[in-house]
C-alpha cells in the first residue's frame, strides 16, 4: 500500500513481506545503519562487474543480502537511487521507508522495520527552503518503536564543497528545528553522510547543540567511512540524543563484505564509495 502526502513531499510504503529474521523485537537491541548508498549503482563505477550487476537489475537483491546481515531495524540512504530500486530493497528487507526529494539531484529515504508516524521534508522552523541550501537532503520523520516509544529520527546529508560555508548556514537552521524535541529530552537520531569531519566548526556545532557523536562515544580506532577502497576520512555518522543516547552499545563503519574494494582484484567493486556506518542501542 502507498500512501502519499503532498504538504510533506515524501512518500511512504507498507511492505507485507514477512522480516529475514523473526524475534521479540522489544527484547532486542535497535539497530541502525547510515549509508551513503551511491545511487545504488556500484563503485568503483568503471568496473565492468559492478556495471553488469547494476546492468541486470541485481543491485537491489545485493543491497538488501548484504544489509540484512546485520539485522536492522532502521536504514538511512543518502544519495538514493530511483524509487523502484527503493522499493525493491524495502520489500526484501520487510521494511517500510519514506522519502525526502532532494533540492538537487540526491533524494534521501529512510527505511524501518517499525511504523513511521509521520515524516517531514526539509522541516524548517518558518519560510521555505533557501534555493541553495539542503540541495542534496534533510528530512525528519518518527518512527514507532516496540512498548510505544516514539523516535525522532532526523534524515541529512550535508553540503559536500570543500569550504564549509553553506554548511555552517544548513546547520543552524537544522538545529533550531530540533530544538524544541532537545529541549525536551525527546530520543532522537541524526544519521547520514553530513560531509565534514569531527575536526572542524560543523561538528563542533552538533555537539553544542547536544548531540553525542555515537562512534566517539563508543567506537574504537579512527571511524573512516570513504571510501571503500582505502578509507581516510569520518563524514558518516549516527549522532544520538536524549535517552536513546546513553544506551549506545557499538557503532562503527562496515569495512567489510560487499561494503568494501578488494585491492587486491583489479575487477573488484563496493556497493558504493562510502562505508555504512552501524549503530547498536540497549
Given at each position: 500500500?502507498?500512501?502519499?502526502?503532498?504538504?510533506?513531499?515524501?512518500?511512504?510504503?507498507t511492505?507485507?513481506?514477512?522480516r529475514?529474521?523473526?524475534?521479540?523485537s522489544?527484547?532486542?537491541?535497535?539497530?541502525?545503519?547510515?549509508?551513503?548508498?551511491?545511487?545504488?549503482?556500484?563503485?568503483?563505477?568503471?568496473r565492468?562487474?559492478?556495471k553488469?550487476?547494476?546492468?541486470?537489475?541485481?543491485?537491489?537483491?545485493?543491497?538488501?543480502?548484504?544489509?540484512?546481515?546485520?539485522?536492522?531495524?532502521?536504514?538511512?540512504f543518502?544519495?538514493?537511487p530511483?524509487?523502484?530500486?527503493?522499493?525493491?530493497?524495502?520489500?526484501?528487507?520487510?521494511?517500510?521507508?519514506v522519502?525526502?526529494?532532494?533540492?538537487g539531484?540526491?533524494?534521501?529515504t529512510?527505511?524501518?522495520?517499525?511504523?513511521i508516524?509521520?515524516?517531514?521534508?526539509?522541516?524548517?522552523?518558518?519560510?521555505?527552503?533557501?534555493?541553495?541550501?539542503?540541495?542534496?537532503?534533510w528530512?525528519?520523520?518518527t518512527?514507532?518503536?516496540?512498548?510505544?516509544?516514539?523516535?525522532v529520527?532526523?534524515?541529512?546529508?550535508?553540503?559536500?564543497?570543500?569550504?564549509?560555508?553553506?554548511?555552517?548556514r544548513?546547520i543552524?537552521?537544522?538545529?533550531?528545528?530540533?530544538?524544541?524535541?532537545?529541549?525536551?529530552?525527546?530520543s532522537?537520531?541524526?544519521?547520514?553522510?553530513?560531509?565534514?569531519?569531527?575536526?572542524?566548526?560543523?561538528?563542533?556545532?552538533?555537539?553544542?547543540?547536544?548531540?553525542?557523536?555515537?562512534?566517539?562515544?563508543?567506537?574504537?580506532?579512527?571511524?573512516?567511512?570513504?571510501?571503500a577502497?582505502?578509507?581516510?576520512r569520518?563524514i558518516?555518522?549516527?549522532?544520538a540524543?536524549?535517552?536513546?543516547a546513553?544506551?549506545?552499545?557499538?557503532?562503527?563503519?562496515?569495512?567489510?563484505g560487499?561494503?568494501?574494494?578488494?585491492?587486491?582484484?583489479?575487477?573488484?567493486?563496493a556497493?558504493?564509495?562510502?562505508?555504512?556506518?552501524?549503530?547498536?542501542?540497549?
Amino acid at each position: 500500500m502507498l500512501q502519499f502526502s503532498s504538504a510533506a513531499g515524501v512518500m511512504l510504503a507498507t511492505s507485507g513481506v514477512s522480516r529475514l529474521f523473526a524475534a521479540d523485537s522489544a527484547k532486542q537491541p535497535l539497530r541502525v545503519i547510515a549509508y551513503n548508498v551511491y545511487e545504488c549503482t556500484g563503485w568503483p563505477k568503471d568496473r565492468e562487474l559492478g556495471k553488469k550487476a547494476t546492468a541486470l537489475g541485481q543491485m537491489p537483491d545485493r543491497f538488501a543480502h548484504e544489509l540484512a546481515l546485520y539485522q536492522p531495524d532502521i536504514i538511512n540512504f543518502s544519495e538514493s537511487p530511483k524509487e523502484e530500486v527503493v522499493q525493491e530493497i524495502a520489500k526484501r528487507l520487510g521494511m517500510n521507508y519514506v522519502r525526502f526529494p532532494s533540492g538537487g539531484n540526491w533524494p534521501g529515504t529512510l527505511l524501518s522495520k517499525y511504523e513511521i508516524v509521520d515524516a517531514k521534508n526539509v522541516p524548517l522552523v518558518k519560510g521555505e527552503r533557501p534555493s541553495d541550501l539542503f540541495t542534496r537532503h534533510w528530512g525528519q520523520a518518527t518512527v514507532k518503536l516496540p512498548g510505544g516509544e516514539s523516535l525522532v529520527v532526523h534524515s541529512a546529508h550535508l553540503h559536500p564543497s570543500p569550504e564549509p560555508d553553506t554548511r555552517l548556514r544548513e546547520i543552524p537552521l537544522m538545529i533550531e528545528s530540533m530544538q524544541n524535541d532537545l529541549n525536551a529530552g525527546r530520543s532522537m537520531l541524526l544519521m547520514g553522510d553530513l560531509n565534514h569531519t569531527p575536526d572542524v566548526e560543523e561538528y563542533k556545532l552538533w555537539i553544542d547543540a547536544g548531540w553525542v557523536d555515537t562512534f566517539t562515544k563508543v567506537g574504537e580506532g579512527d571511524g573512516l567511512t570513504i571510501k571503500a577502497d582505502t578509507p581516510d576520512r569520518r563524514i558518516d555518522y549516527v549522532m544520538a540524543a536524549g535517552p536513546i543516547a546513553e544506551r549506545v552499545q557499538e557503532s562503527r563503519p562496515l569495512f567489510e563484505g560487499a561494503f568494501r574494494v578488494n585491492n587486491a582484484d583489479s575487477q573488484a567493486f563496493a556497493l558504493s564509495d562510502h562505508l555504512p556506518q552501524l549503530a547498536v542501542f540497549e
